[in-house]
């Protein structure tokens, strides 16, 4: 008895010794291998091919310099961006698995007064300082040849985007030269430092735009005044945004320069809600348009810069209810088989316009944007005033509309008798003898132009970033994909799709597009009685003001016997219709809150309540084995 107790005791010694090893051994060959396995739908943590395609052009090797604070600190937050470089670490050993050779990691601990300090001062990493005065470093440089390109800070915020820069640094250190991009604005994108006028007139100084500052960091971005006639030669793409006011001659040398082969990235809008001088036209009955009238016409499209598109499918939803002119566009909106736009899935379009007609002859297009088959053109003038309500306007036409299109091929000039006349300055220059027009080019050769329906989407506001200060440095977050499409547009025209892929998964988002359906089903569902009632209460007040406007002037303030009936009874009506809406109203908002609530418990327990059934389950089945033994 006592032997088999050994023995038992024994073997089970042995084999929770094995076991222990065997755990030992599979953790230390995982470790060494850094297999990992990327569950998620869009393969989030997996290189994009952008990525690979960057890295496999290498001929030279690439060293990164990383540098990363080890020691100890007293610092609440050292700890969490300690845990953060571990993802750095991890991310840095898949781009040097699949360099194969070609990428070298090196990995520095910068202490103070320590070469490894000295060495990421060079590389122009700066540490950033704790809440006890210690200072974080948490950078890297790649270096190839006399080419060197850092990274200052890795900041957690930007964890999405930690592939994009490290692979953007990469890619800068292959090129020598970057492209010129031309900008060319009504607007201030530039920004404005403040003068003594400026102060005098309450008026404060502004940064750039954010898309300006980052295409800085890939491009050399030169300013082209709204009044230029001629677009500089080295200019590889022009930016257009928002040219209201245009002349001829300026429209004239943009046709010029696709004529001569330069690519085009325009912006143009019905509406530029966010134009600073945007109150005054409004005040003068007018809007801030833009439009490109003559060069539209001879590419054969046609855009109507008094008109906004409103989509029931994709209203941007704010306290009051939803505003179909104000488009938040999901990855139905987009074309997916472009790179331009195939890994983006949420836009923001504020007032946007449409482009319509069919491609001059040797052009061909290709739709990168549009609209839902629920959306129609809405006046503009309209679509401001009402707000929520212009969704009672719109009638879907069933058809989709362009939002932003390419086209590509030969175009020809937009102006076949030359260069147009300015008008005289001075009345004695009319009797001034004209000279021959310039010929000018009459047509191109393979080029390509992208047009958008909408400029306020350019805007820090329409962009919807968010600039924060993370220990120091400041860091720019995206919460939609407009400038990571505006990137990739300018990476295309300019001739480099491989970082497109990798800057557009960094606001990837995955809206739960069943509560969307399910929402846009229950607004249908009371928008039809909702709209009678408003019609009901429309002719009410139009009853009312008949009455009053029938009466004579002796009759002006004195009301007959019949008409003070038929007004009291208009204003009850009036009233009971008010009240009857507004419990409609109420309705629809309480039926859309109880979907979502339904919808979240249901995520919430369905996980909880599988697991039990389960177990339950596991326990039935072992108890009548069990029990037939």
């Given at each position: 008895?006592?032997?088999?107790?050994?023995?038992?005791?024994?073997?089970?010694?042995?084999?929770?010794?094995?076991?222990?090893?065997?755990?030992?051994?599979?953790?230390?060959?995982?470790?060494?291998?850094?297999?990992?396995?990327?569950?998620?739908?869009?393969?989030?943590?997996?290189?994009?091919?952008?990525?690979?395609?960057?890295?496999?052009?290498?001929d030279t090797p690439v060293k990164i310099r990383f540098y990363c604070t080890q020691g100890e600190s007293s610092a609440s937050e050292a700890v969490f961006l300690k845990n953060y470089a571990h993802h750095v670490e991890d991310l840095l050993a898949e781009y040097k698995q699949v360099g194969k050779g070609k990428i070298i990691i090196e990995k520095y601990d910068p202490q103070p007064d320590s070469d490894a300090e000295d060495s990421a001062r060079l590389d122009n990493v700066e540490g950033q300082m704790l809440s006890n005065g210690e200072k974080f470093y948490l950078g890297l440089s790649v270096n190839m040849l006399d080419q060197r390109e850092t990274v200052p800070f890795l900041s957690p915020t930007r964890e999405k985007l930690m592939e994009y820069d490290v692979t953007r640094a990469i890619a800068r250190v292959q090129t020598t030269e970057k492209p010129v991009i031309g900008v060319m604005s009504s607007m201030v994108v530039f920004g404005q430092q403040q003068s003594p006028m400026m102060a005098r007139m309450g008026q404060q100084a502004s940064d750039p735009w954010v898309f300006i500052s980052e295409l800085k960091r890939d491009f050399n971005v030169k300013k082209i005044e709204m009044e230029a006639d001629k677009i500089d030669d080295d200019v590889k793409v022009l930016v257009l945004i928002h040219p209201k006011g245009i002349t001829a001659q300026t429209e004239y040398a943009i046709d010029q320069f696709v004529m001569r082969g330069g690519k085009l990235l325009a912006f143009i809008d019905p509406n530029c809600y966010f134009d600073p001088n945007r109150q005054e036209r409004q005040m003068g009955g007018g809007f801030s348009s833009s439009n490109l009238e003559k060069l539209f016409k001879s590419w054969g499209l046609q855009f109507d810069p008094a008109k906004v598109i409103g989509d029931l499918n994709y209203p941007t939803r704010i306290q009051e209810g939803n505003i179909p002119t104000v488009?938040?566009?999901?990855?139905?909106?987009?074309?997916?088989?472009?790179?331009?736009?195939?890994?983006?899935?949420?836009?923001?379009?504020?007032f946007s316009g449409a482009f319509a007609g069919t491609p001059a002859a040797g052009l061909t297009q290709t739709v990168l944007i549009k609209s839902s088959t629920k959306a129609d053109l809405v006046d503009t003038y309209m679509?401001?005033?009402?707000?929520?309500?212009?969704?009672?306007?719109?009638?879907?036409?069933?058809?989709?509309?362009?939002?932003?299109?390419?086209?590509?091929?030969?175009?020809?000039?937009?102006?076949?008798?030359?260069k147009p006349k300015a008008k005289a300055a001075k009345p004695e220059d009319k009797d001034k003898k004209e000279e021959p027009a310039e010929a000018g080019l009459k047509e191109s050769k393979d080029t390509s132009v992208i047009l958008v329906a909408d400029s306020d989407m350019l805007t820090d506001e329409g962009a919807q970033v968010e600039k924060q200060n993370f220990f120091g440095q400041k860091v720019i977050m995206m919460h939609n994909g407009n400038l990571p499409f505006v990137q990739n547009c300018v990476e295309q025209l300019s001739g480099d799709n491989n970082l497109i892929g990798v800057r557009s998964r960094a606001t990837l988002n995955r809206p739960f597009k069943l509560v969307k359906d399910m929402e846009l089903a229950a607004q249908e569902k009371f928008q039809g009685r909702i709209k009678e009632m408003e019609k009901t209460l429309q002719e009410a007040q139009q009853k009312v003001n008949d009455l009053q406007r029938n009466k004579s002037k002796e009759q002006r303030f004195i009301l007959s016997p019949e008409q003070q009936k038929e007004i009291e009874s208009v204003r009850k009506k009036e009233a009971e219709t008010n009240k009857e809406l507004k419990k409609l109203r109420k309705e629809l908002r309480q039926e859309v809150d109880s979907l979502e609530n339904r919808l979240k418990w249901m995520n919430i327990l369905s996980m909880p309540i599988l697991v039990a059934i389960s177990g339950l389950t596991l326990a039935v089945v072992k108890r009548k084995r069990t029990a037939a033994k």
């Open positions: 008895m006592k032997r088999k107790q050994f023995e038992t005791l024994l073997y089970s010694t042995i084999g929770v010794v094995l076991l222990f090893a065997l755990v030992l051994a599979i953790n230390f060959i995982a470790t060494r291998a850094r297999y990992r396995v990327d569950l998620t739908q869009e393969k989030a943590y997996t290189f994009s091919d952008g990525t690979k395609a960057i890295i496999g052009r290498l488009l938040t566009l999901t990855a139905d909106a987009v074309n997916k088989n472009d790179p331009v736009t195939g890994q983006i899935d949420n836009m923001l379009f504020p679509a401001q005033l009402s707000g929520v309500n212009v969704a009672n306007d719109i009638k879907p036409t069933g058809k989709e509309f362009s939002l932003a299109v390419r086209l590509s091929g030969k175009f020809k000039t937009a102006f076949p008798e030359g």
